[in-house]
């Protein structure tokens, strides 16, 4: 268990402030509504998720709204759950509430810690506090906030004996078959079960048969007796309790029965005190019986009123993105990805990997909105909140992704062999306290392959050679200034054997360094970035594309819609200083500006131990993909 003294909530709400006023959505004018109508001003809190008892004898519930987030533990999160994170978190930040995580796990055969640890440490690194008090020593399951549906297995087994005490329930006996055919179709009213009309008492020995293990897997089923005929299929008698001889990690083989998801779901909602569920739209046909249990359960006295509401909104889906844990497995299975955590993954680990921070990813549900129809979100946008919030506070150093060695041939003559001429650069050229970076400039430099042109091409600003122009006339060398440093003119090209480019040859120009008074005298049209051949480190940058060519995959087979170009590997140099600050920063990485290239982030998962240092391009500077 983590003790550490992080606050993720604090850092969070400045960075938000920060990055621009919230926007309204329909979820909160239904919340907004609710609060000033006081619906759930009246509800108490017993202290901990339980009946109507239990909250009755506790005092008026300190949070003013109660949402959650429910993942059951069977993966990673990705893009999609980050959205459901943050407009569970997210609203009751904003309206006096709290959030509860759930872990959904009352189906016995899929959970794994492994994932329950994972989801946790998301929400957390997104930015929202999941318990008030961290306790050292204290079990993660008894901490305020984080709860486990399989914790409400004793009160959903007396929901359904109360059911069907009250006439609302039946085991129905028909098989599997029977019960499918029973059921109709849209044309089709159902037909009802011989079962159904059994006396409480005997449906309730049934019961208990069944929670004894006195009958096989599938022998049974308990079902709501709702509507055989309803227009909506999830009304004819759903089924609420299935018999699956499991273990199940936390209760163990205490049960050989075991809630439906539609049944314990408002259940779980109900003993939390939550105020509004929010789900996405496929659930929207669930409502009715949502309501239905949640009132019977409240006629019967078991559970507090005013019960919760369940709010449907539309999923969100991002061009050129996956988020169905199926596919995102199947990328990973089938090897088109270098792991969960690929920087191409859509999964959250991917994306920190990638460069992403929580303020960009909150940033990005904010802005993309929350509605009711579905609809794509461009990809675009993602990349924009990143840079929009990397803008302002990333830190800035020269690097050189396809080096080519230049020398300033009248270097030595100049200043004196051996000479290195200090220069500085702001840290962050919005933040003047950020501060000053220094590095030098000598006789020998590394600079972008594609900022020299040993013809250039028409209107090409950067550097070239004296050549002869179309016009047949001679051309002057060009000039252009290092970034951060003197004004230089091309002289010449030196080569290899076999006609490649060895050294690109230039001379600098006296007194016109940048930040000196010289330095406008010679006024030149391009500027270049470059790092010193002396002291610059060697790295590696993985430069990522979309890994799908196709705006909405998930349509054809993945081989036609990957992008086979998605990544490409440079290897280059970045500024020397740079390295001093990524060792200080070695656990948590923040993405860097590389001047003109991009953002980029150290990649976590390649430490600097190892002596390599790999930088994963987060995006470019402005939005240049072309479909
Ligand atoms: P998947 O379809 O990838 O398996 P899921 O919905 O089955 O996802 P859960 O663990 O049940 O995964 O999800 C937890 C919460 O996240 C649910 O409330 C679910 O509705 C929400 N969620 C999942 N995907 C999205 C999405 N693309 N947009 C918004 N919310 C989502
Ligand atoms: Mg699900």
């Known amino acids: 268990m983590s003790t550490s003294t992080f606050s993720p909530t604090a850092t969070a709400v400045a960075e938000d402030a920060e990055n621009g006023a919230k926007s309204s959505n329909f979820l909160r004018s239904v919340i907004e509504e609710d609060l000033q109508q006081g619906t759930y001003a009246r509800r108490r809190w ?42 569970n978190f997210q609203m009751a930040r904003d309206y006096g509430g709290v959030c509860h995580l759930r872990f959904d796990d009352t189906n016995p055969e899929k959970e794994e810690q492994e994932y329950v640890d994972s989801i946790r440490d998301v929400v957390h690194w997104l930015g929202y506090e999941t318990r008030y008090a961290d306790v050292p020593g204290q079990p993660d399951r008894e901490q305020p906030h984080i709860y486990y549906a399989s914790d409400y297995f004793d009160f959903m087994y007396r929901a359904a004996e109360y ?69 909506n299929i999830n009304l004819r008698d759903p089924a609420i309790y299935r018999i699956r001889r499991a273990t199940h990690h936390n209760t163990g083989d205490k049960w050989c029965i075991y809630p439906m998801y539609t049944f314990a779901h408002p259940i779980e909602d109900a003993l939390e ?8 739209l496929e659930f929207e046909d669930q409502r009715p019986f949502y309501d239905w249990l949640l009132a019977r ?93 990397l803008d302002p506070v990333a830190q800035r150093a020269l690097a050189v992704l396809e080096p080519l060695k230049l020398e300033l041939t009248n270097w030595d003559a100049l200043f004196g062999t051996g000479h290195l001429e200090a220069c500085s650069a702001p840290l962050n050229p919005h933040d003047e306290a950020a501060g000053q970076r220094h590095f030098t400039l000598g006789r020998e430099i590394w600079i972008e392959r594609e900022d020299f042109m040993e013809v250039p091409s028409k209107g090409y600003r950067r550097l070239y050679p004296p050549h002869t122009g179309g016009d047949g006339n001679p051309k002057e060398g060009n000039k252009v200034r290092l970034k951060y440093g003197y004004v230089i003119q091309c002289t010449g090209v030196e080569k290899n054997a076999d006609g490649s480019i060895a050294k690109v040859l230039a001379e600098v120009i006296a007194d016109t360094k940048s930040g000196t008074p010289g330095a406008d005298s010679v006024k030149v049209k391009g500027v270049i970035g470059w790092v010193g051949a002396h002291d610059a480190a060697p790295a590696e940058f993985r430069l ?44 948590a ?35 240049g993909w072309k479909a």
């Not at 993405?591 to 600097?608: A, C, I, K, N």
């Open 273 to 280: 005190n939550i105020t509004h569920s929010f789900c996405t």
């Open 589 to 623: 990485p923040a993405p860097w500006q590389f001047e003109r290239l991009g953002y980029f982030v150290r990649d976590r998962s390649t430490p600097l131990a190892t002596g390599q240092l790999v930088f994963n391009r987060a995006c470019g500077l402005k939005d």
């Open 46 to 87: 017993g202290g901990s998720p339980g009946d109507g008892a239990h909250h009755a004898a506790g005092m008026p519930d300190p949070a003013k709204i109660r949402t959650r987030f429910p993942p059951e533990p069977n993966g990673y999160l990705h893009l999609g759950h980050a959205k459901s994170i943050w407009i």
């Open 163 to 231: 059911l069907i005490e009250s006439g609302h329930a039946y085991v129905d006996e028909q098989t599997p078959e029977e019960m499918r055919a029973n059921r109709g179709d849209f044309a089709t009213p159902g037909k009802n079960s011989p079962f159904r009309d059994r006396s409480p008492a005997e449906n309730l020995a049934r019961l208990r048969a069944m929670r004894d293990g006195q009958l096989a897997d599938g022998a049974a089923v308990v079902r709501a007796r709702i509507d055989m005929a309803s227009p």
């Open 544 to 587: 990522y594309e979309r890994l799908f060519k196709v705006e909405h995959p998930g349509e054809a087979e993945l081989a036609e819609e990957l992008n086979p170009d998605s990544l490409r590997t440079a290897r280059g140099y970045v500024e020397a200083g740079l390295l001093a600050a990524l060792q200080a920063e070695d656990e």
């Open 297 to 389: 359960l409240c006629e019967g006295g078991l559970l507090q009123t005013p019960s919760p509401h369940q709010y449907e909104f539309a999923r969100l889906n991002v061009t050129h993105i996956i988020t169905s844990k199926r596919r995102l497995r199947q990328l990973v299975e089938e090897s088109h990805v270098d792991g969960w955590d690929d920087p191409r993954m859509p999964t959250i680990a991917g994306l920190r990997r990638r460069g992403y921070t929580p303020a960009a990813l909150r940033l990005f549900c904010e802005r993309s909105g929350v509605s009711k129809s579905g609809g794509w979100i461009d990809y675009a946008a993602l990349e924009g909140a990143l840079r929009d919030v």
